[in-house]
């Protein structure tokens, strides 16, 4: 078995390296001078940080950053409001239109959605929802309820019946029962949809540069994407909103990561 452990732990080191190379190679250019004429591989001998500065003031990324942080906050909270009251029933009561709605939402999971970008774009252009906040927080949630009522439907299906019926016994309503007993205990699971839908959103690409055509409207993903036209011979600029880009969901990864594991596995495999 050792020899086998040996090699299982080679593979895992050669796996965070493959991980962490571009990460490196993303930093180091970064903080080097577009002067520089030195190997990608080596780290500079000096801090510059101009190139933050500038990415940031230049390509007006500072209203792109809000603009990322309102519609993934907005959308994520939509997100767990709706998938919670909604996942309720379908795990608690597993009637024969439950089981039908359940499976409905499995079956969107596989849906790629730009199979339906041209007439979802019409119906934006007659809805008036072109470059809103709004528009941008509707199309996300419907897009992505379905893996949150599977992630939440799941969790909540490994919770005992009998603290419901406790708490209904004590005199408690069924949304005293979702919002004071189950909400408390869907920590782990919360903390799944949050990185997993978080990270969708915030990097999305493909509605944004569609839905999203004013530049004081634009994400940061699309906002970026003018750094490959405008400013393609400063790649320290691009790496550098490269990393301001990555920077908020690598923090919100640390404060969640202890729930995130477990409540990824028993959203998954329960239900």
């Not at 190679?25 to 801090?47: A, G, I, M």
């Not at 003018?226 to 690598?250: C, D, E, H, K, R």
């Amino acid at each position: 078995m050792k020899p086998v452990k040996k090699w299982m732990d080679i593979v895992t080191i050669l796996i965070c390296i493959a991980h962490i190379l571009p990460f490196y190679v993303l930093l180091t250019t970064s903080l080097k001078k577009d002067s520089d004429l030195s190997s990608k591989w080596s780290p500079p001998h000096y801090l510059y940080l101009d190139n933050f500065k500038d990415a940031w003031t230049r390509a007006h990324l500072g209203s792109a950053f809000i603009n990322d942080v309102v519609i993934t906050g907005l959308t994520i909270l939509v997100l767990i409001l709706l998938g919670m009251i909604s996942s309720y029933p379908l795990a608690r009561y597993r009637t024969r239109w439950n089981r039908f709605m359940y499976t409905v939402f499995i079956a969107a999971l596989i849906v790629p959605p730009l199979t339906i970008l041209v007439p979802l774009y019409k119906f934006y252009v007659s809805l008036g929802a072109l470059n809103t906040y709004w528009g941008m927080v509707l199309l996300h949630v419907t897009f992505y309820i379905p893996i949150t009522i599977f992630l939440y439907t799941g969790f909540i299906s490994s919770i005992p019946r009998e603290l419901d019926e406790a708490a209904l016994m004590d005199g408690s309503t069924r949304l005293g029962v979702i919002f004071k007993l189950i909400l408390p205990l869907l920590k782990p699971v919360t903390a799944t949809v949050i990185i997993v839908n978080g990270v969708n959103i915030w990097n999305d690409y493909q509605f944004s540069i569609f839905f999203l055509q004013k530049t004081s409207a634009q994400t940061f993903t699309v906002a970026l994407s003018a750094f490959f036209g405008q400013y393609t011979n400063n790649v320290g600029w691009v790496a550098a909103g490269s990393v301001i880009a990555a920077l908020p969901l690598a923090v919100l990864y640390l404060f969640l990561q202890k729930y995130f594991i477990h409540g990824l596995s028993a959203g998954a495999v329960k239900g």
